[in-house]
């Protein structure tokens, strides 16, 4: 954590220092220009459409807490510098945006600045919002407009110097905001190219999926996996080994609009998130696109990339009510999965009750680190309201750090056929992050 | 024997019968039109229209098995088969020739004299009705044989009663109990003190392994709980109680609820909101579908960590009331042992979660629901709907679990409230997490341990400084001493089974927020102080570099049963034999609920610091046994139970709320952990002990002492940190309770006062 | 209205696609031998069978049952496993309040369906879904022995029945 603060101090020095002037330049030259215009007069079409293009752009993953009032904020991002907490997207006039104009809430969305004029926080994801068509933009506004206002006090970042400075993230954006409407790309059809702003532009997957550098900026390798509040946002593309290449269309559609996929899992963590506030709500067409658009992905390979196994012997050997001998089954993991996990999991991997309680193929069982897989032990999930009986409650209260990875690394070697290297130190620590 | 039948007679009649009557007057007596005495028309009322009623538990008709009623409810325990069984003995039926039936709410007729109450707890009712019970067979049995004797003209003591008959063996006649009912009617009834009763060995059913009544149909699911009560027009609820104590509805909105397909109403009192509909996941579904905001009043800034702080201020400087106190511990010196314990509080979670279905109409209200306090239950209803008490008719059910939630009537209480704003019946039931956060939990305890021990190393002195609520103060204040004294909070601690010349054990009361009632909690006051004394004799053993089991035997000079019972185990359990590394044995002695009993364990803890039970063994001896395959099940069950607590058990508080909900934080022993159990009951004429908490009792010091033997940590405070016992070759961090508080986010302890008492050296 | 086949009869169900069979057993078809434990998949009280295995009714949504078989513990006694497992929780004595129970009979039913002569540890690792809140496991595991092998495994109880009276 220290190393990262120092090498983001030093890189933010740099920056300001010694490329900003020339480079900043190019980015104005390149940049599409901002159109202004009156405030338009909401109707209701114009805040029905506001209304799917918000789900599709995830607002609410970041503005309504659990069990909050819709889009008045106050989620907590903590990030390695500090904590910054969302903001109240609601009309209210003092704590939120009611005050603003449609222009104001354009600028914000594509350039990361605020009514004030101040910089916003690259949390908040203009550097992919900035491809938004004005239009949805605005749609977006008259539907946040429309819903009931929220007064909720402010709360106040965390961040530590330098990260406390605003006007630095100036040069940030020079290094990282490119400024650009979406364009279509003339090489994909229209059904792909519509997939690639919903995954761009709206849905902003690569603020997850795509690796940060060092200035905590996406990277080029785009889609090819990242972690994300201590789980791994797996690789999305089309590699083989380590991305979805793999996945037919139909898995891949079926993940998104009900977080499961025959034969791949469950999604979990802040991908069931996602899949709750966002994808789930998108039409068929638009979802039909969303998979068009990430076959055309450049195949790429990550850094800890998943790869899924073939499935293990002591999986497919065992039947839904008890597991094949594999000499593991008297050891501490065993028995904590005997006691609170096989009533739903089972040991042939398909999982009981419920097909979301499934474990085979998951990347989940399949990394050696249980990266995810401990994350859900610790936090549960919950895809309730994609299909009832779709949740776990969470296992990290009652548990210690030594039953957890050995159950880990049973599941690991039951139903990924690897052999887990969880210890009780990284269950402790990701204890630390969890929810 | 078969499964009891509802029996709901006129209240209207008893309660004009008037209570108050003495015990002297509970048995013996028969119905008769002439007779008018209060006592008579009670009896009258609980006997129905039975030809044979002699009293108020035996009923036989002309045809027909034989009625017995009995006066305790079934937990778990099996009271139906073994109080049955006591009258059959007497009585001269087979088990297989009665069926039993839950007693009506009548006070007076079957009270526990001990509460002077009708109740079902405290390990109370063998040792409550084992005269009385056999008294009213031998009573019913004296008036059939008369009735015999009258008819054939011959002395009654030509003739014996067997199998349900009355025998003629020199004529070679016999009838049955059925054919004799009314004549035996007619009968003077006998005084029941004066009607001679078998001895123990000559007992034909009590003190063999006989069946219970209610096996069969827990087996195949007939058997109604409550939560199985299905009445005519009834709509399932489930409710929302505001999780913070005290706390209560601030606004509610409904809207969405009213949607739900098979939603009925929504209802409201103060405190929480229930929706009803046509089954519980109408009602469920309502329930999330409710916008409640709470108001969380005025102990939202309650916490574990503060509870704790609070008792640790109180067992500073609290006045204390004196339990026992024998020669003078302040004038004895040598080797000073000090310790603090730590308990938590505790839930219930009985497997049955709460509920209560209840029809309040303008002129009665009718309950179905399992309790362990029927009378108390038609009190609270009667209260809640402004009726009289005859106008409220209790029907009992099987208890699904009771562990001492069920000696509660708060959930009566609320169901009654909901129930009494719609005009049809309501099952109320609870779901696991609201039983759970809304718990009458066991009180927390911190106690201070003290000893002088002599150049032998056995002590001289020992003082324990118990600090802790009251459960008695509200719950029954009339078994308090005068002083206020309640001696649940020391229960075998002030009456130890072994000798010290110089005691003294006192208790400083706590008093808990008024909003979080505190109740009775399996085993009680023993299972707080078996684990501290017992720990604490442990620690003293070692401290004097002592055998731990030869070490008690010596304190056991004057106490042969406890001592026979610790031999007993001690050598089943292997004590003293070698070992392998992180492995221990454990052992523990105790007479809670005047049951001798001593539990030994061997475990091995992994370097990980993983607890597993490898093996144990329970020696007791509880004096006359009624069913010992009863008595082997109490104990068994009431280890797992214990060990359960010792392991995982601690319900917490956050801004006022509990902070466990369901099975995967507040955690239940599996099979996969349980080892097997030796049960050894040894042969003994005495009066007969309790048995139901027993095993609860004490299981956990003997858990916890074979942990030290296994790794040299002394558990103080549980449940069992399982950190502290991760091995690490670090002599200090080994014996962590001596050092730091562990690291959980419960009690927090004074690290000073823990660092200047903890250590046995 | 949802068609549900349970014990060889086809019932009708009047509730939404996602409510839990444990719900339409209990509320709707009245049978309540069926337990309500816990919710969420973690005691087992609600344990029937769905063709044969052993499943949580709590959180199985009647709308994925289609032409599945359900059993439930009104009826596991028609089985020969299921009697077996029945008559030996007589002769072992192995219920206390019972609650848990019918759920222990369904999963123990199950077990031997599949595995007619299970070790100890075949028996912990079927039977640990299973919560007793008054710790019957002793009992459990030597009844379900007892049921497999016929070897009288623990204390026996003297059954009730008239004939039996000395
Ligand atoms: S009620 Fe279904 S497992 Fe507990
Ligand atoms: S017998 Fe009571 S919960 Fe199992």
Known sequence: MIRVYLKLVVFLGLVALVGAAGFAGWRFATSDAEVSAADVTPTPELIEKGRYLTAAADCAACHTTPGGKPFAGGVAFDLPFGTIYSTNITADDSTGIGLWSDDEFVRALHKGVGKDGRNLYPAFPYTSYTG????????????????????????????????????????????????????????????????????????????????????FALSGKEFAGAEIRGWHAYNITPDRDEGVGAWTDSQLASYLSTGHAEGRGAASGPMAEVIVNSTKLLTKPDIDALVAYMRTVEPRKGDGGVRVAESPKSMTTSTAWAAAPSGAENGLGAKVFQGACASCHQWNGKGQQTPYAALAGTRAVSDPEGVNLVHVMLEGTDLRSVHQAAWMPKFAEAYTDAELAAVANYVIGHFGGKEGKVTPEMVSERRATAK | MS????????????????????????????????????????EAA??????????????????????????????????????????????????????????????????????????????????????????????ARTMLVGAAAEQWGVPAESLKAENGKVVDPANNRSATYGELAEAAAKQPV???????????????????????????????????????????????????????????????????????????????????????????????????????????????????????????????????????????????????????????????????????????????????????????????????????????????????????????????????????????????VWTREEDMQHDVPRPAYLDRMSATLGDDGFPLAFTDRVTGASVAARWAPVILRKDGFDSDTTECAAEMVYHVPNTHVEWAPFQMPEALPIGWWRGVGPTHNLFTVESFFDELAHAAGKDPVEYRLKLLSKNPRAAATLKDAAGKIGW??????????????????????????????????????????????????????????????????????????????????????????????????????DVSILKSGEAPGGIGEVGTAIAAPALTNAIFAATGVRIRELPIDRKLLIENGDAKKKNVTEREAPDRKAPKRDLAEATAAGGAS | MISINVNGEDRQVDGPEDMPLLWALRDVLGMTGTKFGCGVAQCGACTVHVNGQAVRSCVLPIGTLKDAKVTTVEAVGQSEQGKKIQQAWLDVEVVQCGYCQSGQIMSAAALLQHNPNPSDADIDAAMSGNICRCGTYVRVRQAIKQAATGEKVAMQTIPNDAEAVR
């Not at chain 2, 509460?115 to 390990?123: A, L, M, Y």
Request: glycine fraction near 10%.
């Open chain 2, 3 to 42: 499964a009891p039948v509802l029996a709901s007679p006129s209240r209207r009649l008893v309660l004009q019968a008037g209570g108050g009557l003495s015990l002297a007057f509970l048995f013996g007596g028969r119905v008769s039109a002439q007779d008018a005495s209060p006592q008579a028309k009670l």
């Open chain 2, 576 to 677: 003293g034999e070698k070992i392998g590394p992180r492995r221990g044995r454990g052992i523990a002695t105790g007479a809670p609920f005047g049951a001798f009993t001593t539990a030994a364990v061997e475990v091995e803890v992994s370097p990980q610091g993983e607890i597993r039970i490898v093996k144990a063994v329970c020696s007791v001896d509880c004096g006359v046994v009624m069913n010992p395959n009863t008595v082997e099940a109490q104990i068994q069950g009431g280890l797992v139970f214990g060990w359960t607590m010792a392991l995982y058990g601690a319900l917490t508080y956050e801004n006022g709320a509990a902070q466990q909900s369901n099975f995967h934080d507040y955690r239940m022993m599996r099979m996969n952990e349980t080892p097997h159990i």
């Open chain 1, 132 to 215: 938004l068509t004005r239009d949805d933009a605005v749609a977006i506004k008259a539907y946040l407009f429309s819903l009931p206002k929220e007064r909720v006090a402010e709360k106040e970042n965390t961040l530590a110097f330098p990260f406390n400075q605003r006007w630095a993230m100036t040069f940030w954006n020079v290094a990282f905001l490119d400024q650009k409407r979406f364009r279509p790309d003339p090489g994909l059809d229209h059904v792909a190219n519509r997939g690639a702003y919903l995954a761009t532009a709206l849905g902003h997957c690569g603020e997850c999926h795509t690796p940060r550098n060092l200035a």
């Open chain 2, 190 to 428: 006998p005084d029941l003190e004066k009607v001679a009763l078998k001895e123990p060995k000559d007992f034909k059913l009590l003190g063999t392994p006989f069946r219970r009544v209610d096996t069969a149909d827990k087996t195949n699911g007939k058997l109604e709980f409550g939560i199985d009560s299905k009445v005519e027009g009834m709509q399932v609820a489930t409710l929302a109680l505001c999780p913070h104590v005290g706390g209560k509805v601030k606004s509610l909105k409904i809207d969405e609820a009213k949607k739900v397909p098979g939603v009925r109403d929504v209802i409201q009192i103060e405190g929480g909101v229930a929706v009803s509909g046509k089954h519980f996941w109408a009602a469920k579904m309502g329930l999330e579908a409710l916008e409640i905001e709470w108001d969380e009043g005025p102990h939202a800034d309650f916490s574990t960590e503060s509870h704790f702080k609070a008792l640790d201020e109180t067992s500073r400087t609290g006045k204390a009331l004196v339990a026992a106190s024998e020669g003078d511990v302040t004038k004895v010196t040598g080797k000073k042992v000090e310790a603090i314990y730590r308990l938590p509080m505790l839930a219930h979670a009985a497997l049955e979660p709460l509920n209560a279905t209840v029809h309040v109409r303008p002129d009665a209200c009718e309950i179905w629901v399992g309790t362990q306090v029927p009378v108390r239950a038609v009190q609270i209803a009667a209260k809640v709907a402004g009726l009289r008490e005859d106008q409220v008719i209790l029907h009992q059910h099987y208890l699904g679990g009771g562990f001492g939630r069920r000696l509660e009537v708060d959930s009566i209480e609320t169901a009654v409230k909901f129930a009494k704003q719609v005009p049809y019946p309501l099952k109320l």
């Open chain 2, 46 to 139: 609980a006997a129905g229209d039975a030809a044979f009623a002699p009293n108020a538990f035996i009923r036989i008709d002309k045809t027909g098995p034989i009625r017995l009623v009995i006066p305790n409810v079934d937990m778990g325990q099996g009271i139906y088969a073994t109080e049955a069984a006591m009258m059959a003995e007497e009585l001269e039926v087979g088990l297989g020739q009665v069926v039993v039936e839950h007693a009506p709410p009548i006070e007076p007729l079957y009270q526990t004299p001990l509460f002077k109450s009708q109740i079902t707890g405290g390990s109370t009712s063998v040792r409550a009705f084992y005269k009385g019970l056999r008294q009213v067979g031998a009573a």
